[in-house]
């Protein structure tokens, strides 16, 4: 290994040097920090400045530096070394910028400068390069699970893109829900007729695809490893068991209708009341001309109700039921109505909704019914009695009065219920109890393993984590794909309940994640959201306690234990996202460029004054995400705030270790602030559980601040949201005002 | 002369909105070679200029962020901003598109140190607030803009105030002399994620946009919302600056209408709901939103938002398309006429301000586009003839953050698969 | 026509869209309300023209056709302008009103149903409306006392018409006509027979 020489370099550009002192900021480096060359050039980013760092690195064997210029998130281009271990000092947006002007504030600002200089090069010095593990040898093969057309449309879109596919379904067939469909909404303009579905052409595609291998009667009986190594045991119903490696998955494993039996009150299970799946059936025997009841008589009237059983939580039902839209129905109706009036325009249909939901174009579908007649009543149906002659009561809420209809049939639109395996917290509180020796827990853990999708033997659990209504959801809005299994992605209606044209958009997204989950392995980088990153968590087991709080904080169920309880990194799994090393009691998880110490010395570096000077110091942990963004745009807006502060940017506040807190209390900071993401069941944190883990740990704090006779005020949580770049600055001030209220930190003088 | 940034095993993305960002980021973490060319200074889009997000009620620059993050630390993106697309030649897996470059007037130098906004005084419509407030000519778009770069606006260019923004610049960032450039490139397939523009509100006449100070647009209420926006976060009335604490929101302005747009946009009932809480959030029990629908499409489980917001004792819903507003010369105030048609109610109902919930109108909409492309009776893309171009996200159908994001990725793949027929057929 | 039209089936929608002007747009409405709110009269209206094409839908046909609402259109054309799904509201409203009136079910003594016969009557006649003899027969339409009123309140307006040569006092004997007097009426005549004969009407109604 080559040997290793610090350097710094400061860019007096940008007003810096008007307002600091840079040779006392040189001196700091040089002397403090022990740089062993230390520049400052009058415009860094310019290609003359790069090039001194370049020539530096070329020359003179700079490998780790301080860069002490403008924020990290500002000239990234300019300023990106892949080789070198490079901290970067925000002396532009987190100084220059926030402090008040005017020479009253010389000397705070300038202290302020000093100490992101000592951060920046106490920082580098305990940074490696990440050296990545690149793995060209990874699988690159792709598990679609589920033969419907959102997995078929999977498997295909992947295959085209030069991918092998292995493909799963566990009937006999490919085709799914589809190949009980007459026919499908139109996706394409004019949106004016029914068309046929497709799915027999797919499935000749499929079947006859080069890159794709089709395991028929088949289902997971474990899927062991990682991105770019997962082994599939593939079991068939004959009880063969075929092993698979792929590198990815992508899971459509679609959903099922809501049981008819539970809505009576709606006639569910009578005579002539169907679902929507129900009368697909009768349309497809019927093939085109008269749609016959199950007697075999020709339907001359027929109701369709919409949200049957559906968005039961609002202002609409009791929630009984399901309480969201499945979004499909009311265009699915609008098909199946045409049906009837295709065959014969003399066949009544009303269509009863209360709030037609035909997004998009499909306005235009919904027009193309009513030409054809179909009849549509905003009501809330009260009642329907199924039999020879069915009976609709309801009320219409545009003539606002109860009316009721007879009808030959009655459609009720119900809802998509998906398929999504094991409630993970069900598993996890059966585990628990099955562990503990309970008989009925260990019997019931095997019944949930039968409907595991995925069989994963990850230690937290079996399937994906399900979000509200057992959705294998993930809960952004930004980034629909990111699941808390790394490498495994949910599309279709297992997802999310959804119609066949954004079953199919959705497949082809999540198969493109899988092939960048293969991708991604194979170049050792990191997956979303830190797309890239080459880092990866190491652990020096010979100091770790077993304490297992690594593998039940790990948000994406990255690691799992040995034998003897120690953890199992599984890098391809990791987001890198830190959660493991703010968890470690014992500090033995870190990260080659982020780790307790690379944090830890920056508290340390800074110069804290003595309790008379009058000067509190206040260290802020700020999400890299949101906060310290939001902090640089108080900067760029030139908003102002307390001197007093030293901000350190982390991955997430929930790899805050406690650590840092205390070694910043000794040390006599006055207060400690820690900014993250909004947590709760709304949470707004990328690596899901991480502002709400430092919430936690936090909560846990007051004890020691108790023993160390400090007020618990001194350590604080905040919410912070990248819009709250002013209320922020507000929030340092008062935080300032009330520790200078309340007085130093006793502990002062004695760290 | 073909420049020599992309070739045909190259994805070019059109549009740097959300929907571009993604079909670009996503084609790049597999390995493949992408330009995204952005016709405004800024990445971002509209999305950038949203406030919150429904229904986790979360800031659009959280994502922004990561994005704008990944864009910056891969190689394997190249953006272009304040380039248009002027013509596409060729076909599947080899297109030659001609660019257009305008002048930012500012180079790669610039450090975003603010030193020319400061030198200059002449302002124009701060397009980011919708023409809520002005910004300097010289001006950084918004406060996340990337490349986080300066703009010389052109209506400065040549006049004194031109010379002091470029006397003011300590690193020569600023050059008067840029030229419109014309480039030609070579691409094996092309992604439109051109976006959408608000409904012109100025065309429904009955509601008065353009004669009645209080009634605006749903995007312009965003920009009021916002911190970041022309009012500081508060949601004060243009006509005389006050709180406005009962607000009508009008769903349908423009969408569901053959006379304006035929087509629903879908996100307006989600981005109305989220405003009602704009509102809630801003003045508590005390505000009080009304929302004049035709069906509230809360499609899937955007149910629970609607749910929860129709609990909210603050928020009151009328079945009705509003047929006229008039104005109380008096206050200011705004009075919706109509019917509720829940029972055939006649109302003249005055509030302090109107949200206009415009639709989603194509970005291209007017704009002459290549034969070869497939587009609806409402002008969103549906692809082109010989499967190498592909819409995504708001271009390709009215589509809210998430589903064009899905969209996006799944255009990226498209276009993927063509640069795999590429590289395939030349391996061959 | 005796028996109870049944609800919510298609049996009287197919019935207007057979009889009545521009009926078959009746099953395109939305149900916006946006026609109701625009009508200058609205407040008059019993049912607003959306209520009616519901109530048409929901086979509601002794209630649409004995309304009076469709009688109070004015022709303004504002709900036409403005209706998002483009329906002729106007010509399906003066098209129900005629079909009802043609039915005889239209409201007894409503003013506008007279106005319109009176109208019709004096344009057939010669071809050309005779205003003299319209304004009269206006006044003296609910008996000779109160048209005595009517045309005395009227006075100095219908002065004012004559001396701006706008009412000729002398059409009152018989007053200017077609060429072809005779013609018209036989082609008006035959135009109700082809009417009649599609629409299945005896000629009764008229």
Redesign the interface.
């Known amino acids: 290994m080559a040997d290793i020489k610090y350097a710094a370099y400061i860019c007096s550009?940008?007003?810096i040097g008007d307002t600091l002192n840079v040779g006392a900021l040189e001196k700091v480096a040089t002397k403090e920090g022990k740089m062993a060359v230390v520049k400052s050039h009058p415009?860094l980013?310019?290609t003359e400045g790069v090039d001194l760092i370049k020539n530096d690195i070329a020359n003179e064997g700079v490998t780790h530096f301080c860069i002490a210029a403008?924020s990290r998130?500002?000239?990234?281009?300019a300023f990106?070394f892949p080789g070198n271990a490079v901290s970067r000092a925000n002396l532009r947006e987190g100084v220059l910028w926030v402090v008040a002007e005017g020479p009253a504030h010389d000397e705070v600002r300038q202290e302020m400068a000093e100490d992101y200089i000592r951060m920046g090069c106490a920082e580098v010095k305990k940074m490696t390069c990440p050296a990545g593990s690149a793995n060209a040898a990874s699988s690159r093969r792709i598990m679609v699970v589920g033969g419907g057309m959102s997995g078929m449309t999977a498997a295909l879109?992947a295959a085209?893109?030069?991918y092998e596919v292995v493909l799963i379904e566990k009937t006999a067939q490919l085709g799914g829900f589809a190949n009980n469909l007459w026919k499908r909404v139109p996706f394409?303009?004019?949106?004016a007729e029914a068309q046929p579905t497709g799915v027999a052409e797919m499935t000749a595609k499929v079947s006859g695809h080069a890159k794709i291998k089709i395991h028929l009667n088949s289902t997971l009986a474990e899927t062991a490893g990682a991105p770019g190594r997962f082994i599939a045991k593939i079991a068939q119903e004959s009880g063969a068991v075929t092993e698979e490696t792929v590198g990815a998955i992508v899971q459509a494993t679609g959903f099922t209708t809501y049981d008819l039996a539970k809505l009576p009150e709606l006639g569910g299970g009578q005579a002539n009341v169907v679902d929507q799946a129900g009368l697909e059936a009768l349309a497809k025997a019927a093939d085109g001309g008269a749609i016959k009841r199950a007697d075999g008589s020709a339907v001359k009237?027929v109701?369709f109700v919409q949200c049957a059983g559906q968005?039961g939580?609002?202002?609409?039902g009791d929630g009984s039921h399901l309480?969201?839209?499945?979004?499909h129905c009311c265009a699915t109706s609008i098909k199946q109505a045409t049906y009837f009036k295709d065959a014969n325009p003399?066949v009544?249909t009303?269509v009863m909704?209360q709030?037609?939901?035909?997004?998009?174009?499909?306005?235009?579908f919904?027009?193309s019914a009513?030409?054809k007649?179909?009849?549509?009543?905003?009501a809330k149906v009260n009642k329907v009695a199924g039999g020879n002659s069915c009976r609709v009561d309801f009320k219409?809420?545009?003539?606002?009065e109860d009316?009721?209809?007879d009808a030959d049939l009655v459609v009720l639109a119900t809802g998509q219920v998906p398929t999504s395996g094991v409630n993970l917290d069900e598993w996890t509180t059966t585990v628990t109890a099955a562990e503990s020796g309970d008989e009925a827990a260990k019997q019931k853990k095997s019944e949930l393993q039968k409907i595991s999708v995925l069989n994963l033997n990850y230690r937290q659990g079996p399937d994906m984590p399900q979000f509200?209504?057992g959705?294998a959801?993930s809960?952004?809005?930004?980034?629909?794909?990111e699941t808390r299994r790394t490498g495994v992605y949910a599309a279709g209606p297992t997802r999310?309940?959804?119609d066949m044209f954004?079953a199919q958009?959705?497949a082809?997204?999540a198969?493109?994640?899988a092939?960048?989950a293969v991708?991604?392995v194979a170049r050792g980088a990191a997956a979303?959201?830190r797309?890239?990153d080459l880092s990866f968590p190491k652990a020096r087991l010979e100091g770790c306690t077993q304490c297992k709080r690594c593998t039940v904080e790990c948000p994406f169920g990255a690691i799992d234990e040995d034998e003897k309880r120690f953890p199992v990194f599984n890098q391809e799994r990791c987001r890198r996202c830190g959660t493991c090393m703010g968890a470690c009691p014992v500090r033995v998880i870190s990260f080659e460029n982020y780790s307790c110490d690379t944090v830890g010395m920056q508290i340390k570096a800074v110069n804290v004054p003595d309790e008379f000077e009058e000067k509190p110091r206040i260290l802020i942990l700020a999400c890299e995400?949101?906060a310290y963004?939001a902090l640089d745009?108080a900067g760029?807006?030139?908003l102002t705030y307390s001197a007093f502060v030293r901000t350190i940017p982390v991955r997430c506040l929930g790899s805050a270790n406690t650590i840092w807190i205390t070694d910043a209390l000794n040390q006599g900071y006055d207060g400690v602030m820690m900014m993250g993401?909004?947590r709760g069941d709304?949470y707004?944190c990328?690596f899901v559980k991480g502002s709400e883990m430092a919430y936690y740990r936090m909560s846990k704090i007051d004890d020691t601040l108790k023993q160390l006779s400090l007020e618990g005020e001194r350590v604080q949580t905040y919410e912070v949201?990248?819009?709250?770049?002013?209320?922020v600055a507000k929030m340092i001030d008062d935080y300032a005002a009330q520790l200078i209220e309340m007085g130093p930190s006793p502990m002062k003088g004695f760290g | 002369m073909t420049a020599s940034i992309a070739t045909n095993q190259t994805i070019l993305v059109v549009g740097g909105g959300i929907a571009g960002m993604t079909a670009a980021l996503e084609a790049a973490e597999c390995g493949k070679q992408v330009l995204l060319v952005e016709k405004t200074p800024t990445l971002g889009g509209r999305t950038a200029q949203l406030y919150r997000y429904f229904p986790k009620m979360c800031h659009p620059t959280c994502g922004m962020e990561i994005n704008l993050k990944r864009i910056k630390g891969n190689p394997n993106v190249r953006v272009m901003t304040m380039t248009q697309v002027v013509a596409v030649g060729g076909g599947r897996g080899d297109y030659n598109v001609t660019l257009k470059v305008s002048p930012r007037y500012v180079n790669e130098n610039c450090t975003a140190c603010r030193k020319c906004g400061e030198a200059v005084s002449a302002e124009i419509p701060d397009a980011y607030n919708y023409g809520l407030g002005k910004v300097k000519a010289a001006y950084l778009p918004h406060a996340m803009a990337y490349p986080q770069r300066y703009v010389i606006d052109a209506s400065i260019v040549g006049t004194p105030e031109g010379e002091k923004a470029k006397a003011a610049c300590p690193v020569n960032a600023v050059d008067l002399g840029m030229q419109e450039e014309t480039l030609e490139i070579n691409v094996g397939a092309v992604v439109w994620a051109t976006g959408w523009r608000p409904f012109d509100a100025n065309k429904i006449q009955p509601y008065g946009y353009d004669r009645i100070a209080n009634v605006i647009t749903s995007v312009e209420f965003e920009r009021l919302a916002d911190p970041h926006g022309p009012t500081g976060g508060k949601l004060l009335r243009p006509s005389d600056g006050k709180e406005a604490k009962n607000i009508a929101f009008i769903q349908c302005a423009g969408s569901r209408d053959e006379n304006y747009l035929r087509h629903c946009s879908r996100i307006c009932c989600m981005a109305s709901l989220k405003q009602t809480q704009y509102v809630r959030e801003a003045y508590g029990d005390a505000g009080k939103s009304t929302v004049y629908y035709i069906d509230i499409r809360a499609i899937d489980r955007f149910e629970d938002f609607y749910a929860m917001v129709w609990k909210d004792p603050t928020v009151s819903f009328v079945k009705s398309k509003v047929a006229r507003i008039a104005e109380n010369e008096a206050n200011g105030n705004p009075v919706l006429h109509g019917v509720d048609t829940e029972g055939y109610h006649r109302y003249a109902t005055e509030h302090d301000l109107v949200v206009l919930a415009v639709g989603m109108e194509p970005e291209v909409s007017g704009v002459k586009l290549p034969d070869d492309i497939i587009i609806d009776s409402s002008n969103f893309i549906e692809g082109s003839k010989d499967g190498g171009m592909f819409g995504a996200g708001a271009a390709a159908s009215p589509l809210d953050v998430n589903r064009a994001v899905q969209s996006a990725t799944a255009a990226s793949l498209k276009a993927i698969q063509v640069i795999h027929k590429n590289a395939s057929t030349e391996a061959a | 026509m005796t028996t109870a039209t049944p609800k919510y089936r298609n049996n009287f929608l197919k019935e207007v869209e057979a009889n009545v002007e521009e009926g078959h747009w009746v099953k395109m409405c939305m149900q916006c309300g946006v026609c109701a709110g625009s009508c200058p009269l609205g407040p008059h209206w019993q049912h607003s023209p959306q209520k009616i094409f519901m109530m048409i839908r929901a086979g509601k046909r002794e209630e649409v056709l004995t309304s009076d609402s469709m009688w109070m259109c004015t022709s303004c054309y504002n709900c036409i302008v403005r209706c998002p799904r483009k329906l002729p509201i106007t010509h399906i409203m003066h098209g129900l009103a005629n079909y009802a009136h043609r039915l005889g079910m239209a409201p007894k003594g409503q003013p506008t149903e007279a106005i319109a016969k009176l109208f019709w009557d004096n344009l057939v006649k010669t071809g050309r409306v005779n205003e003299l003899k319209f304004s009269l027969a206006m006044y003296f339409k609910d008996g000779f006392v109160q048209g005595i009123k009517n045309a005395m309140a009227m006075q100095g307006i219908g002065l004012g018409l004559v001396k701006a040569k706008r009412l000729n006092p002398m059409e009152i004997l018989g007053g200017h006509a077609c060429k072809d007097k005779s013609g018209i009426q036989k082609m008006v005549a035959k135009a109700r027979e082809i009417e009649d004969r599609r629409k299945g009407f005896s000629g009764a109604g008229a």
């Open positions: 550009g940008c007003g415009f980013c310019s403008c998130r500002a000239k990234a281009e990106a879109a085209d893109a030069g394409n303009a004019p949106h009237s109701v968005r939580s609002g202002g609409n309480d969201y839209c499945s979004g003399d009544d009303v909704y709030d037609l939901r035909v997004p998009g174009m499909g306005e235009d919904y027009r009513q030409k007649g179909v009849i549509f009543t905003k219409d809420l545009i003539l606002d009316a009721s209809i509200k209504y959705f959801d809960h952004f809005i930004c980034f629909p794909y999310r309940p959804m954004q958009e959705d082809t997204g198969a493109l994640k092939i960048q991708e991604n979303h959201p797309a890239g995400n949101d963004p745009m760029i807006q030139r993401c909004k709304d707004q990328h949201a990248i819009t709250d770049s002013a209320r």
